[in-house]
């Protein structure tokens, strides 16, 4: 049963209970994509063979239009490759749910830009994991740089308010955080920045790619200088407890506030958190995404109180609450233990312990050379698929 909503308190207290909606909704469209990044946290590549259809994607918009979700982020994969992503944007649009999608901006052409400039409800972010060709490319492919400054070029001609530079921060590119800005403030876009998670093939890179313990201190003092003038979302909020909370819930809001909806309707309790453990229920075989969301077994346990286990005697529990629930799981360490990024390094021993298992992926849409699609939207019609880099191609793209 779930607890009683307390009367007055703290967000923190509200939010940790659930809400009646999520606020904040990521939806898959698919798993297809014409890139292989190193880092990708939903393994895509492979188009799913049971991906909604048009209209079973329109019948989830007319819900979250009655359950008054104000907008839903878009992804992937890449969402654009499907050949109805348009038709099902501007049906969103017109049901009064906002729409922030991710692109790494192959169709981003300048008559797409016009159109988005003159779309409203809509908001951009494309993805870039370098302020330099040699960063970026190393990690999502050759060309990709250029893409991805090549849309945001079309974007801001096309007069588009406020597009979102898209950064996962990784070791390779902490030190061009200036850079990115820079890159931003010259196209009149946002800069975003996102945390490496270690799911999908980011967990295969994770050990390599996260930022170092001296990185994150200087991303947490980068971030303080910067303010609100830079979006993280939440994905720092472990980063509190080295001083005043970043702007944000600062709170693992898995179950309570956010959730995410995959190309095949299942809904697993976080945009981080794509595996069996973490599904709460299917939106075809639930009766909608709504019951899902309010009665799931899953959810209910999440808004219950939680244990602080091993982070309950630190004198920083209540600026991090024990790190990201995704991170924890896919390195490993128990749930209520300490973030494997822990900035006061209680993680340590446990992440070099012999007997931590690391748990398998549930699922892997990863492109393989021996790989044939089953069917023609399997694969990206706008370009061939980019290799996979190995990490010794990383080590030397700074």
Not at 4 to 26: H, K, M, N, W, Y
Not at 184 to 197: F, I, M, N, V
Not at 314 to 334: E, I, V
Not at 372 to 381: G, W
Request: contains cysteine; negative net charge.
């Amino acid at each position: 049963m779930t607890s009683a909503r307390p009367v007055g308190g703290s967000l923190i207290d509200q939010f940790e209970l659930g809400l009646d909606a999520p606020i904040c909704l990521t939806w898959e469209l698919t798993y297809a994509c014409n890139l292989s990044c190193a880092h990708c946290l939903s393994s895509s590549g492979r188009r799913d063979p049971h991906e909604l259809t048009t209209e079973q994607a329109k019948a989830v918009i007319d819900e979250l239009q009655a359950m008054q979700v104000f907008y839903v982020n878009i992804g992937g994969g890449e969402p654009t490759i499907r050949p109805d992503f348009w038709e099902l944007l501007e049906y969103s649009v017109a049901h009064q749910v906002g729409v922030k999608f991710s692109t790494n901006g192959f169709k981003i052409t300048p008559e797409r830009a016009r159109w988005l400039a003159a779309t409203d409800y809509v908001d951009v972010q494309v993805s870039l994991d370098g302020a330099t060709p040699e960063v970026n490319d190393a990690l999502r492919g050759p060309g990709t740089y250029a893409t991805a400054i090549q849309a945001l070029d079309n974007l801001a001609a096309a007069g588009f308010s406020d597009a979102k530079v898209s950064v996962v921060v990784t070791r390779e590119n902490a030190h061009q955080l200036d850079d990115f800005k820079g890159i931003a403030d010259d196209h009149g876009a946002t800069l975003r920045l996102t945390r490496l998670r270690p799911s999908g093939r980011g967990a295969d890179v994770w050990d390599d790619l996260h930022p170092t313990a001296q990185q994150q201190r200087d991303l947490y003092a980068w971030l303080v200088n910067a303010g609100e003038g830079v979006l993280t979302g939440d994905s720092f909020f472990h980063l509190a407890a080295l001083g005043d909370p970043l702007p944000g819930l600062n709170l693992c809001g898995a179950g309570r506030v956010v959730c995410l909806i995959d190309p095949i309707g299942d809904v697993y309790a976080c945009p981080f958190a794509i595996h069996d453990r973490f599904l709460a229920g299917n939106i075809l075989r639930d009766g909608g995404f709504a019951p899902v969301w309010r009665d799931s077994a899953l959810f209910t346990e999440l808004r219950s109180p939680q244990s602080g286990g091993a982070c309950s005697s630190c004198s920083a529990y209540d600026s991090c609450r024990g790190g990201c629930m995704a991170a924890k799981f896919f390195t490993g360490l128990p749930l209520d233990g300490p973030d494997p990024e822990c900035v006061k390094g209680h993680s340590e021993t446990a992440l070099a312990s012999m007997d931590r298992t690391v748990p398998p992926a549930s699922q892997d849409h990863s492109r393989s050379s021996a790989h044939r699609p089953v069917h023609a939207c399997d694969e990206s019609p706008v370009a061939p698929a980019a290799p996979f880099f190995p990490l010794a191609a990383l080590t030397t793209a700074r």
